[in-house]
């Protein structure tokens, strides 16, 4: 077995004896199967082929033990748990202080990539939501956005208000979203322009 390969797997039997009570936080939370389709999406997301043969546990480990923004869905999925539960697994579990997810409800499958300053929060989340550094989905003075499945929000987007963005849309990089968009509608910024050249 090569050397990087050996590490790699010590690495990942040190985050099984680690992450085991966050996981049983998840197993004991009513929201168990979230979490699974969770782990199932990130390690999809992700395009790592040496996750794909670990076993469930060994990724939810994995992610939980590399990635911050990872702990914030899961500490978000555990929310019901009992508040003695959810305050102790936030000592321990640290999530990215930088993020903020609160929504009544959000479905299966949600990914934070590359995590760090995310701002989410809307009324209800469909399932697949993808979103990037540095977004802010959320208030106006009249409300909160409602989003529904299979929606990506990219890097330095803003999408805020009482709106709804449809199934399968896609918001770009640094657009900036205030009125409904219909599903499958892809809304991009103005691309930069050159300046003149002064002479």
């Known amino acids: 077995m090569p ?10 039997r040190l985050a099984r004896i680690w992450a085991r009570p966050l996981w049983w936080g998840v ?14 999406r990130w390690i999809e997301c992700i395009g790592n082929d040496a996750l794909v043969p670990l076993d469930e546990y060994s990724r939810f480990a994995y992610l939980a033990g590399a990635l911050h923004e990872f702990r914030n869905v899961v500490h978000f999925r555990l929310r019901q748990s009992p508040l003695p539960v959810r305050i102790a697994l936030k000592k ?3 999530p990215d202080r930088t993020i903020l997810l609160e929504s009544d409800s959000i479905g299966p ?3 934070l990539h590359h995590g760090n300053g995310i701002m989410v929060s809307a009324t209800s989340i469909g399932r697949n939501f993808w979103v990037n550094q540095h977004a802010s989905v959320g208030y ?6 409602t989003i529904g499945d299979d929606v990506m929000v990219a890097a330095g987007a803003v999408v805020t208000g009482p709106i709804v963005l449809g199934d399968g849309v ?3 990089a640094n657009a900036v979203v205030v009125k409904d968009v219909p599903p499958g509608t892809v809304m991009a910024a103005p691309l930069a322009q050159p300046l003149r050249k002064r002479t």
């Open 170 to 172: 896609t918001i770009g």
């Open 27 to 40: 197993l004991t939370s009513g929201n168990e199967d979230l979490v699974r389709a969770d782990v199932a």
């Open 92 to 94: 321990i579990y640290r």
């Open 109 to 111: 499958g949600i990914f």
């Open 140 to 145: 106006s003075p009249k409300g909160r956005p």
């Open 3 to 12: 050397p990087y390969t050996a590490k790699k797997s010590f690495l990942i």
